[in-house]
């Protein structure tokens, strides 16, 4: 096994894992954590995981995560760059959809995050009506963030199981079939 194509494949098995720790986290927290403080707001409200009432602020894990994650999809897109596009493009998805949860995270989610925070500790008020409208607003677009990090999952698991691509080879992206006995 060459350089490129280890370093890849350790970067795919490093992304392959955050990703996983990473969409099992978030569906724990959209199914559990969400579920509590979302279900009959405002007064459910105060099961949200922020503040000095929480011991522990879902951003401690997840900013971590992240950092380990960029780390890894990078590593991989660097280390398979001079790989065909047809191979390439599983590196680059990851990448991407990194991306949008990196922008929408702090443009949508820690506004949402600031209003219900403030709702629930009384800083700002807001009807009910306007926070069940928030709540909902909020598991929506969580849901959606659960579909990216899904989408980044399935394309390091993708660009793992191919095969590497081979320099010189005219048709790289064909496994070649195993003989039969």
Known sequence: MRSRERSTRVFLWIAVFF????LGAKLFDLIILASAWGATPPGSLNLLPYGPRFPFNPG???QPLSALMVVAVVGALISGWKTPFEYRVWLWAPIMAFVIIWIATPTVFWPMI???Y???TGKLVRSEGELTHLVRRWI???WLRLATIAAGFMASI???SMPYPREGS???MKA???PRS
């Open 170 to 172: 005219t048709n790289t």
């Open 19 to 22: 990703w996983g720790v990473g």
């Open 60 to 62: 401690d894990f997840f």
């Open 114 to 116: 600031h209003e219900l």
């Open 158 to 160: 993708r660009a793992i």
């Open 176 to 178: 070649t079939p195993s």
């Open 140 to 142: 929506i677009a969580d």
């Open 118 to 120: 403030g709702a629930a």
